[in-house]
């Protein structure tokens, strides 16, 4: 059984199809790309996944169980957890407070109190480096800073399934290499399938998934192996002629 199954989906804005009739499975603990133009519908679909937004048509699943109908609060009790394009932290709460705030909402809802998710989020602000940040405001940190904070408090939700929307945008290369090594590791040793969009930093495509998803005009228009799907003559013709990597 699929971790994630999504049959179908389709969302549309007034005239607008933004995401058409995608289908798509991710098992667990999967490294997997999504790139596609801008407005090609990534962000959309990560939408739809996380319960932000309802299809119009198409369902989805999520270890076998239809939560199309899910608020975005209950699958992420189910293990479904984000990062967004545009991070917005608790700004006068520290890094710690904020990291809390992802345990106490994620899988382990209800089974721990404050004082265990503090525990939890020292572990992941341990994990993503950010330990001598830990008790500074959140709007004291850095973009690259913050956008790592936010890759703890999505990590300290405990989840399943990880969607990472631009999660990498702006930083530098250095950075980015670091965060892909860390990726791989957090999905070999908790198991935790990954989702990376991407928009034009391939590098972090072609070092971190195994697997890329081509969207483009709400479409799915490539789903293969990383090498097959960068190759594809489609992917190479929407990016303008240019191999994928050298974009
Ligand atoms: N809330 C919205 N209302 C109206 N149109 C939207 C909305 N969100 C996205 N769109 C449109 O849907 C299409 C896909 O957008 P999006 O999913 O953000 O693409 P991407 O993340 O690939 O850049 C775009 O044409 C965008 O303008
Ligand atoms: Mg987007």
Redesign the pocket.
Known sequence: MALLKLDRVTKR??G?V??NEVSLEIEQGELIGIV????????????LISGIYHPDEGRVFFEGRDITDLPPYERAHLGIARTF?ISRPFGSATVRENVAVGALFGTLHGQIGVEEAMEVADRYIELVGLTPERDKPAGALTPVEKKLMEIARALAMRPKLLLM?EAMAGMHPKDIDKLVAFLRKVRDEEGIAIVA?V?HIMRAVVGMAERVMV?HQ?RKMVDAPTAEALGDQRVVDIYLGRPLEEV
């Open positions: 804005f007034g607008l933004a995401v596609g133009p801008n407005g090609s519908g990534k962000t959309t679909l990560y939408n394009q929307d969009m928009e969207m709400g």
